[in-house]
């Protein structure tokens, strides 16, 4: 059986379609951990509750609330309360 005979051109492009393919599917997958679609959905009762302490000017403590109820991190709760 004849030993298969790859030129290092033909080696050297197959190694490059190779790396990008790798690279692209660790994006691919970064990118999914990064935006999980069953993400729980926001209720009218916790929007209300979050625009009260908002009105009260107890901002961090509706921030907390939203991240406890949603799972969401700090930076959105904030911008979601900021928001309302």
Not at 69 to 81: C, H, I, W, Y
């Amino acid at each position: 059986m004849p030993a298969l005979d790859i030129s290092t051109p033909g080696l050297v492009a197959l190694t490059a379609v190779i790396t990008t393919l790798a690279i692209w599917l660790i994006i691919v997958a970064a990118r999914l951990t990064q935006r999980p679609r069953n993400r729980p959905g926001v209720s009218i009762d916790l929007v209300d509750q979050a625009r009260e302490l908002k009105a009260l000017g107890q901002i961090q403590e509706a921030v907390f609330l939203v991240r406890g109820e949603t799972g969401m991190s700090q930076r959105a709760a904030a911008r979601f309360v900021n928001r309302l």
